[in-house]
């Protein structure tokens, strides 16, 4: 029973005490201010910190943040003021979410938040303001409207014609910190926190009219290659193509997943260039993890979101990025900083299904990559022929039928894989970037390579004999592969009965499609099921040790 006579205002102070210690930092505060810049189609933002006069300190005073977007009229700088802004007001693309940001952000620096704006539309620029001294005279939240221009509005309105002006002013002593560190502090955060707009967009940002330069953390522009590929000289990608996890079906949410592995800085010495190198690519242990962007703005930078330990040396070169919309806003808890977040337990599993093969791939290849430098930076041999050795010997004759699924007719395959070989490898996309690798084995049926996509241990292949021949090919980096395969003594009966498994496996896939393509897609899932069943059935458990950045 809802009591008519109880309370209904509210403790207007103790909310806004409550809204400004929210936790911002100054960098943060003013990233969530000029969150709504670009959201006003802003092109150039400058942001303007000034000093305390005549101090030795220099410790700041007063922030401005100054835009060219669209411009506000009187009655959206109210509602932009107001606490708890319109919902109807944001876009579904918005960096907005919840109406706090302004006066979130500006009070927990500042205890006046001033705002000068103009449309193309209107015929003069309006100001108002909400200030902390003013709440607590009148206990209750109030806008003072359409205020005079002073002389140093007016000086910074000279030229321009439209857009909106944020001035923090009277600053609190948290804030005041001192004003190289400050600016050398929001440039840092501007550049990796808007580097997509920046790069896509055409955004311009300034601190104190220095152009702030995009930071990429995954170096996107640089991707050469995938992983198979790795030689610890260029940006790789793990997938082919970014990856999309369902966060709910029904309203089509998804996170777009793209994970890479940066170059491998020892890699350089010899060169001189190892520390260039480090310094480029930031690789330190404080930037390994997830960068999660929220309709393209970064709202959470190197987070490990516990699937991996910030110890391991071996993730230095490792990052991937989530990109999510605000259809995912209701399946995920953002804070009201735009800083930090939690997903539903549901994704982290499938999150950790995915990834788990990149992890483990990236430690494997910054293993290698130790070798690699140890050789003087030669190729260095991985293969595991020894220990299929007597596999291929026993299955080198063996051949596959063709069957008709519906009739259940089967006649030999050979013939048709030599008059039917390109139309083959174009169905079942083989890869011709491993070519290298396996061509030196040609003749082998079992056929170990560094991975295989989307985390599969097996995968149906062309070669052998004539390279007309269905092979299989086990990926070397699967936990199958590596804590049951390499447990065995080479050419052993359980290393022969296990490639026996896998090879019929490959030819009874092959010589299936070969009749009707349709169960081509059923195959794959079926491969790529199993593997995941079988990681999660070998235990993955292993020991953290503690390393610092001198393990470079």
Known sequence: MIKEERRKDLPIIRVMTGIRNMGYTLESAILDIVDNSIVAGAKKVNIIIQAEDKTLKQSIRKIIIDDDGKGMNT?????????????????????????????SAGFSQANTIIVISKTESCEKWHKSMVKWDLIKAHNRYVVDEELELDACDITLLENKRAGTIVILDELTKVSKVKKDAAIKKISEKCAITFHRFMEEDGLEIKVNEKNVEPYDPLFCNEIADNMIDYNGRKVCKYFDDDYSLVLNSKNKSKAIIKAVLLPNPPLFEKEGLQKKINSKYQIKQKNIGFYIYRNKRLIVEATTLSLFSRSEPRLLASRIRIDL?????DEINLDVKKTSLVFPERFMEQLRDLLNPYLRRSKEL??????????NDQEIATDSDSLHKRSNEMLKSISPVVVDPQTGDIEPMQGYM??????LKEKYSIDDSIIDEIRKKNSQRVITVSELPKG??????IGGENSSQVVVHLSRQHPFYEKVYKKLEDGCDAVVILDALFLNMAMAEMGINCGDSKYEKIFAKL???????????????MDDEDYDDENL
């Open 75 to 103: 009655d959206q700088i109210y509602n932009a003021l107001e606490l708890g802004s319109s919902e109807s007001l944001y876009e579904d693309n918005s960096l907005s979410k919840y109406g706090f940001g302004l006066k």
């Open 325 to 329: 919309d605000s259809l995912c806003d």
């Open 366 to 375: 910054w293993d290698e990559m130790k070798i690699r430098k140890a050789n």
């Open 418 to 423: 030599e008059t039917h070989i390109d139309n």
């Open 456 to 461: 599969m241990l097996w995968a149906p292949n």
């Open 527 to 541: 491969r790529q099921s199993v593997s995941h069943q079988l990681e999660n059935f070998i235990d993955l458990e």
